[in-house]
């Protein structure tokens, strides 16, 4: 085997720079460019200060002018705009949960979809309530999924999820009435607040965006999480690879980008099937090569091994490699900018949900029912799409490193199983890792999640942050976007336990694991929370006591706000590298970054400068620990 080495993040930008050089010949538009174009950034908006709610305004706080036409102070403003985003990502995560559940229900034994993983169907329809018994497994598969879409509108009631969580959190969530209701009402009782004329009290806006997080992760993203898992297998260890190397020059190159496995998933299956590479090869090709970018990507990656060609500021560079026959796309951080630019080569940008609707792409609509047929002609257009290349602008950069990725909770439970440990005699239990923690062979862990952002050298900060922290001897669970950077950079590479404290190499030996564990796309940010609960029921520690902490350092989407609030609001402090639109007021961002954990024992930390942002966190683990006593 050769020597391992990580890949920098001077060597990913060399790539982007060779890249970004075909671009120019064909008169490619970047986000590099469009960045320039639009910084420096407005004031008003970024301090969350301007408020455009209703047609008498817009209005924007000055010392000149300290209130809107209405009378609505900074405060008021600046919460309103911070729960309307939150709004946005727990719909926008929840409707993914939703899509999800509409794809079991139409699951049948003949049919798309199956179901895959039968112990969590059983396992989900014994929480939902619905009888097993004598039943086939597809009437049960409906029912469960039907329960699950009630959810999303209930007239009462909590979210049923919410009961996995400690006693403990529950009862705070109940205390601080901010348990969360109906998914759906969660989302609309927050436009609705925000309306003109109803809340402007900090406070009470601060409060519903920490309920609407909630509904978003103990609700509709667990829910995508769990269905998935039914529909396409519960992820367990496979190994996988990342970056653009992973293209193949020879193939047919198909990238699936953005998030719901529905689509990916049947795009996969139809490519691997022999009637497609054969027609692959009659045109000229040697096989087909599916790759993917975002969370899809992390879908396919956790479940088939699917190559992982980038995270998000990297979507513009597989079109730029000229080697990319279809990039095909569903819903969620997906450029607009993949029209124009896939119009400067020979690419074929797909798009494919009523949701994600965009110029200059091919619109070739997917549907649960028609599913098969569906991802055959979309395999089948990029496959008579790669007589079009101009061999003239192919260059793949040869980069790339190998990843052991699948680490939902069940597999972490599998893997401490196999660690005889004389404390414990049971499996199915956390408490080897709650005694590592306990002894200070692992100082902690770190949950790392989120985007890239142009405002943060993309990757930098996440790869940096994981390094020190797996050198100061704390594990790191990883998903989404980060989760890709580290696997880029070769984090998730079981060598990688080289570069860690003589702690977590140790459990990185005996358990036989990555010191970075890929948990998977953001709607699994749910697993977490589920091990977050586990640990916490083991160790009979609250959830805010453990020695665990979240982290976004280069998040930019309005879902990054809901998970920063659901982490938050269970009891998990978090760190952000970039400032959310919020600093405009003095009420809210001290609620944020501290008034809130009256209510939750959690709040926020926003460091934008990234070396600190580490030491940061690694102090806080530290004074969690010297609470605890060990
Ligand atoms: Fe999107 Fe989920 Fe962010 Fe990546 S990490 S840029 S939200 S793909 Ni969720
Ligand atoms: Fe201005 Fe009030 Fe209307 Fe907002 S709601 S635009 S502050 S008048």
Not at 203 to 230: C, H, K, P, Y
Request: net charge negative; aromatic share 6%.
């Amino acid at each position: 085997m050769s020597e391992f080495k990580l890949t920098t993040v001077e060597e990913f930008e060399a790539a982007t720079n060779r890249l970004l050089e075909t671009g120019a010949k064909v008169g490619a538009d970047s986000w590099q460019l469009r960045v320039k174009n639009q910084t420096p950034h407005c004031k008003f908006g970024e301090s969350g200060v301007c408020c455009r709610i209703c047609s008498m305004g817009p209005c924007r706080i000055t010392p000149k002018a300290p209130r809107g036409i209405c009378g609505c102070d900074v405060h008021g403003i600046v919460g309103r705009n911070f729960l309307r985003f939150t709004a946005g990502g727990a719909a926008t995560h929840s409707d993914h949960g939703r899509e999800i559940a509409h794809t079991l229900y139409t699951a049948s034994a003949d049919g798309n979809y199956h179901v895959k993983d039968e112990e969590k169907l059983f396992r989900l329809a014994g929480e939902f309530g619905v009888e097993t018994e004598n039943r086939d497994v597809y009437d049960i598969a409906h029912e469960v999924a039907e329960k699950g879409l009630m959810e999303y509108g209930k007239p009462f009631g909590h979210q049923i999820f919410t009961k996995r969580a400690p006693e403990y959190t529950q009862e705070i969530w109940d205390r601080e009435e901010i348990r969360p209701r109906a998914i759906d009402r969660e989302v609309s009782c927050a436009m609705h607040m925000t309306h003109m004329g109803c809340s402007s009290k900090a406070e009470a806006l601060i409060r519903q965006a920490l309920r609407n997080g909630l509904s978003d992760g103990w609700g509709g993203s667990m829910m995508g999480t769990e269905f998935s898992d039914v529909l396409f297998g519960t992820p367990k260890e496979v190994e996988t690879e990342a970056n653009l190397g992973v293209m193949v020059e020879e193939n047919v190159n198909i990238v699936v980008h953005g998030h719901d496995p529905s689509l990916s998933e049947m795009i996969v299956e139809c490519a691997e099937s022999k009637e497609m590479i054969d027609y692959a090869k009659s045109m000229g090709a040697q096989g087909i090569t599916i790759s993917g970018v975002c969370c899809t990507s992390n879908e396919v990656a956790m479940r088939r091994g699917i190559p992982m060609a980038g995270n998000f500021l990297q979507q513009e560079n597989v079109v730029l490699t000229g080697a990319c026959e279809a990039i095909v796309v569903d819903v969620q951080c997906i450029f607009p900018a993949l029209g124009p630019l896939s119009k400067c080569f020979h690419t074929k940008f797909i798009t494919t949900s009523p949701i994600a609707q965009m110029p200059d792409s091919e619109f070739i609509r997917f549907n649960a029912k028609t599913a098969g047929e569906n991802a055959k002609l979309i395999v089948k257009t990029a496959i008579e799409n790669f007589k079009n290349r101009n061999k003239d602008l192919v260059y793949i950069p040869q980069m790339k490193q190998k990843a052991v990725v699948g680490f939902s909770v069940e597999q972490i439970e599998k893997k401490l199983d196999t660690v005889t440990n004389t404390h414990v005699d049971k499996t199915g239990t956390m408490m080897p890792l709650v005694d590592c923690v306990k002894s200070g062979v692992l100082r902690g862990a770190v949950a790392m999640v989120g985007c890239n952002n142009p405002k943060i050298r993309p990757d930098a900060a996440h790869i940096e942050l994981m390094k020190k922290l797996i050198a100061n001897d704390i594990i790191l669970v990883v998903s989404g976007c980060s989760a890709q950077a580290a696997a880029k950079a070769g984090l998730m590479d079981k060598r990688a336990k080289d570069l860690c404290g003589a702690g977590l190499k140790r459990v990185c030996e005996l358990v036989d694991i990555p010191p970075v564990l890929h948990m998977g796309s953001c709607v699994d940010i749910s697993r977490m929370m589920v091990l977050a609960a586990r640990i916490a029921k083991d160790s009979g520690w609250n959830i805010s006591q453990i020695p665990l902490v979240g982290c976004a350092p280069e998040w930019m989407s309005e879902k990054a706000v809901s998970i920063g609030n659901y982490v938050v609001a269970t009891g998990i402090d978090t760190y952000l590298g970039v400032e959310p639109y919020a600093y405009g007021s003095s009420e809210v961002d001290g609620l944020l970054k501290g008034g809130i954990r009256d209510w939750v024992e959690a709040a926020y930390t926003v460091e934008k400068d990234i070396d600190k942002l580490g030491d940061m966190m690694i102090a806080r683990i530290e004074e969690k620990r010297a609470a605890l006593g060990i």
